[in-house]
């Protein structure tokens, strides 16, 4: 007979979490704000991406971003430099973000009029899966020099985004990296998952990305 008490920590915190996120997807609803959870590894051209869908989105609407990291305000210094209102998130070694963080950056940015906000979350492949940010949707970015066996390791990230970006394919001649192999594993942890390859440098899929978007966002605000 035991006599100690047992405390299911891991499992109360996400369920606050989750009730966290709704509300705070259900107050962005109301405000008609679209926000974005983007996940990737460190280097997987996530900063790149977000200046590419700035560039492609900003004649059609209203952009923030909130970049998030441990202790660095590089990104947000480059997204500055395009004019979109950014804050930069610094979490203090936590290598994720939760919606209560979420929502204390959302109101460090200010939503007032703004249609579309990026959150770039910490870059790993765990921890940012486990918790609901409250985002409207979420995506990742694979990038083809980390290897086409990502979904085998971190099935719980590709099982939860809604979109796939493969960045780098302009590189992918020079990389052991089956992109169809990447595709089939993808989707079946997750058939739903859409998957666009992209290029952030070249340029290369970024207008089907921004068309994802576009559609996303006018669904969200019910037009």
Known sequence: MKTFKVLEIKESVFEDNNRQA????????????FLLNLMSSPGSGKTTTVLR??????SDMTIGVMEADIDS???????SETGT??????????CHLDADMTKQGLLGLGTENIDFVILENVGNLVCPAEFDTGASKNAMILSVPEGDDKPLKYPLMFSMV???????????????????????????????????PISART???????????????????GQ
């Open 203 to 221: 340029g290369e899929g970024i207008d089907e990305w921004a068309d994802w978007i576009r559609t996303e966002v006018k669904n969200w605000k």
């Open 22 to 33: 709704d509300l705070l997807r259900d107050e962005l609803k109301k405000r008609k704000t």
């Open 162 to 196: 809604d979109v796939l970006l493969i960045n780098k394919i302009d590189v992918i001649d020079y990389f052991d990296f089956d992109l169809e192999a990447v595709k089939a594993r993808a989707q079946k942890l997750n058939p739903n998952i859409k998957i666009i």
């Open 53 to 58: 869908t700035i560039e492609a989105l900003k």
């Open 73 to 79: 305000d590089v990104d947000a210094h480059a997204v």
């Open 85 to 94: 209102k950014v804050i930069q998130l610094h979490t203090g070694g936590m």
